[in-house]
């Protein structure tokens, strides 16, 4: 009985992390899934192999990837890491009026080591 009583909380506890790691992997399907049905032409993703691609077509089990102008290849939607999102454009862009335009020129006081 004494036995019993030291190995019930052992038990519990690997009984709650069996559960919560179903848990977390149950939500990550459910987000690939959701991933999978979003999906619309014209979308541009990431494949699992690093691969970004503009979706032309889909079917049940596969897409049709755009790799290149005019290179249209077949992969299982299950490749389909993530939908790259367009990166909003800032204020300054959108303003027109070329404010940040020094953050992209050439330092002076840098120099390559490398020469």
């Known amino acids: 009985?004494?036995?019993?009583v030291m190995f019930l909380p052992f038990v519990l506890i690997m009984v709650g992390f069996i559960y919560?790691?179903?848990?977390?992997?149950?939500?990550?399907?459910?987000?690939?899934i959701d991933l999978h049905d979003s999906l619309r032409p014209g979308d541009l993703v990431h494949t699992?192999?690093?691969?970004?691609?503009?979706?032309?077509?889909?079917?049940?089990?596969?897409?049709?990837?755009?790799?290149?102008?005019?290179v249209v290849t077949t992969w299982m939607k299950l490749a389909v890491r993530d939908?790259?999102?367009?990166?909003?454009?800032s204020e300054?862009?959108?303003?027109?009026?070329?404010e940040?335009?020094?953050?992209?020129?050439e330092s002076d006081g840098l120099t390559d080591p490398g020469r």
């Open 48 to 70: 699992t192999s690093g691969l970004e691609a503009t979706v032309v077509a889909i079917t049940d089990d596969t897409v049709d990837l755009e790799i290149a102008p005019g």
């Open 92 to 98: 300054a862009d959108a303003r027109g009026d070329g």
């Open 1 to 4: 009985m004494n036995s019993l």
């Open 20 to 32: 919560f790691q179903g848990r977390r992997q149950k939500k990550a399907m459910q987000a690939t």
């Open 100 to 105: 940040g335009a020094e953050d992209l020129e």
């Open 83 to 89: 939908k790259v999102v367009p990166d909003e454009p």
